[in-house]
């Protein structure tokens, strides 16, 4: 069928439909079995930066970047071989240029005589729902005060390097890291000054730490630094580069206060003949009860 047929039977047909679609405040496409376009409202041809009629002809590589085009063009080719609806999200830039992110809710359309003839399309924002799934995502998996990895996403992470230290049969420890008499600088300085603390801690270990270590906030004022590739001897040295660097830190509580930190750490390495992370887990942890028992500011394994 002619297009400007096809167009007119729309609108001879649907006429209502189309005054609709046009007060509609979200942007909705039409287009024929060549993608060219037949008419859009009036949000779309703000979204594209076009009048309407001046969209009406063409196609999305006379309207968008050769890229995008390309990604729009191959789903309109999918869903006019495979008619029925299509739904999916893409990353999109606004009018501005700006990062946006949106869902396209497409369908195929008939003729008179029943063969199909186009599609219709409509564009959803969903920019600010994927930003709070981000923000989510990310309030799961890291520590609010740190920024680093909390507990839950340094288990995970744990739990995966151990598969797979297993599976190919290589060296995994892990390193609990306590920062000494914590408690007493939250009685001293307050709750707000050990926050600078743990802080600065958290900084010192990511920062300093190598490319395949992963470092989470284990709990209150304790760390966990999970070392792949990396057997109890390696770790130790590891452990003494981190306690060296906490030792060294000066934490600026006030204008004119400042104070030192120490850290007691203890080892734990995954037996491959016993793969268990809670058995290394707790290896650590009596090794960091030991360190602290003999004194403070040591490692123990």
């Known amino acids: 069928m002619d297009k400007t047929k096809l167009h007119q039977l729309l609108k001879d047909n649907h006429q209502g439909l189309l005054l609709v679609i046009d007060a509609l405040p979200f942007p909705i496409y039409y287009k024929d079995i060549e993608y060219k376009y037949l008419g859009c409202n009036e949000a779309y041809a703000e979204y594209v930066g076009r009048d309407q009629e001046d969209i009406i002809g063409k196609t999305a590589y006379q309207l968008f970047e050769h890229e995008v085009a390309e990604i729009f063009t191959a789903l309109d080719r ?4 495979e008619p029925g609806i299509q739904i999916y999200e893409t990353p999109a830039h606004g009018p501005n240029q700006d990062a946006r992110y949106i869902k396209l809710h497409k369908a195929t359309f008939r003729d008179e005589q029943g063969a199909v003839a186009g599609l219709i399309g409509a564009i959803i924002d969903i920019t600010e729902q994927k930003n709070l799934e981000q923000k989510l995502q990310h309030l799961a998996s890291y520590d609010d005060l740190t920024g680093i990895y909390n507990r839950r996403e340094g288990t995970k992470q744990l739990i995966n390097l151990c598969t797979e230290a297993i599976r190919k049969k290589r060296p995994l420890s892990l390193v609990i890291v306590d920062l000494d008499n914590f408690k007493s600088i939250n009685d001293t300085y307050g709750h707000g000054s050990g926050d600078v603390v743990l802080k600065m801690a958290a900084q010192t270990l990511e ?13 209150g004022e304790e ?55 809670e058995l290394m887990l707790k290896q650590a942890d009596k090794a960091l009860y030991k360190a602290k028992k003999k004194g403070k500011n040591q490692i123990c394994y």
């Open 223 to 277: 760390f966990l630094i999970i070392l792949p590739e990396t057997t109890t001897s390696g770790a130790v040295v590891i452990a003494e580069r981190y306690r060296l660097l906490l030792e060294q830190l000066n934490v600026q509580i006030t204008s004119s206060d400042s104070l030192t930190i120490t850290a007691s750490m203890g080892i734990g390495e995954l037996d491959l003949n016993f793969p268990d992370q």
């Open 78 to 81: 999918k869903l006019l071989q």
């Open 207 to 219: 920062k300093k730490s190598r490319a395949c270590d992963i470092i989470c906030r284990y709990g």
